[in-house]
């Protein structure tokens, strides 16, 4: 079956601080992947996305993620955390050929900056 | 550019009534998906349209359908509401070459009692 896990419910970290979520997937063929950001009372917001190419892709507000095929791993990474970090993030994928896509997000993880 | 908006904002229904959504894709994108995301989980994707016909669909049973219009805005219809079906409904746009890439709109909580 195809799915995406975020294993953390949640991500503390310090601002300032390196900060990694995570994410894998399990998809047939070469998948597309995605993050996306939510604030509260809002919709989401795409950040970046890998599809071909090098395997580290840079995304908006300073994020990027790193993709690794062998580990089926799409990890969204930051050098340094900012407080405004603070939001609810998605990885997602997209399966399946013209015609018959499949969006498959993951549960979530809220990742909490702290001053 | 105005951005992907959705109406209504919130909906009360009773279980068994039928309900429409809608949603005005941003400029120019011609293809539209709809999620379903309940309290607490990610979105789960109900459908996509492109230029008019169904390009994808997740595990919802027929009573979720849909439709595009000509200018590209679409409604998601929901019959025999159940209570479980209770959620954020989520609209996104994209535009060709790049449709993977979705815009999403503010979304649409409906309770169904």
């Known amino acids: 079956a195809q799915s995406v896990a975020q294993p953390e419910d949640q991500v503390n970290v310090a601002e300032g601080n390196p900060l990694t979520v995570k994410c894998t997937y399990s998809v047939s063929g070469n998948p597309y992947l995605f993050w996306y950001v939510q604030y509260p009372n809002r919709g989401l917001q795409f950040l970046l996305k890998y599809i071909t190419g090098d395997n580290l892709v840079k995304g908006s507000y300073g994020f990027e993620a790193e993709f690794n095929k062998s580990q089926t791993s799409f990890h969204l990474k930051k050098p340094s955390a900012l407080v405004s970090d603070s939001a609810l993030y998605f990885c997602a994928v997209r399966a399946g050929l013209s015609g018959t896509y499949k969006y498959i997000f993951g549960t979530g993880t809220r990742l909490k900056v702290l001053a | 550019e105005t951005g992907v908006t959705q109406s209504p904002t919130h909906l009360i229904k009773t279980r068994g009534q039928q309900v429409t959504l809608r949603c005005s894709s941003q400029s120019g994108h011609n293809t539209v998906s709809w999620y379903q995301q309940a309290l607490g989980q990610g979105p789960q994707f109900i459908f996509q349209?492109?230029?008019?016909?169904?390009?994808g669909r997740g595990n919802f049973p027929p009573r979720f359908s849909g439709l595009q219009f000509p200018n590209y805005s679409s409604e998601l219809n929901v019959n025999a509401l159940e209570l479980d079906d209770s959620a954020l409904y989520l609209c996104?746009?994209?535009?060709?070459?790049?449709?993977?890439?979705?815009?999403f709109g503010p979304g649409t909580r409906l309770l169904v009692l």
């Open positions: 349209y492109y230029r008019e016909e169904e390009n």
């Open positions: 996104a746009s994209s535009l060709p070459p790049n449709q993977e890439t979705q815009y």
